[in-house]
């Protein structure tokens, strides 16, 4: 039920539905996918939600480029920058909106420092989910 549902906040929201929109637009240009998304970029659009939905930071996230915390795994953090770098300038156009609030949320954030040896699991998070191996 949707009672049951955990509430996620209106930042990370906004954020996962920018996500979606971008890594759409990269994969219609790049992969001429119309209808669906490519199989690579469904992965990384399942692997943003989830880590998005695991930020420690909550609503007080800043966006991932002035994040201190790069949680993502090395090789999608590499396709995560070539989707934000075709995308991002093309949101302007397609949905310019979204692209204000974005520019909106970049400006107003600040870093926030991470206490050493932590990492973006939260206790009730399983990092086998993400195929990630951590010491907690």
Known sequence: PASMRKKVPMSIKHQQQ???VMIRLFCRHHHGSHEA???DCKNLQD???IRLSRCRYGDAKPTCRQCVTHCYQ???RMQMTKVMRFAGPRMMLHHPIM???HFWTEWRSKPKTQAKGKDNC???TSCQQTNET???
């Open 18 to 20: 920018s996500i979606r």
């Open 37 to 39: 998304l490519c199989e």
């Open 47 to 49: 692997y943003a939600i």
């Open 74 to 76: 090395k090789q999608m």
């Open 99 to 101: 692209a204000v609030r």
């Open 122 to 124: 939260q206790p009730s």
């Open 134 to 136: 951590h010491q907690h």
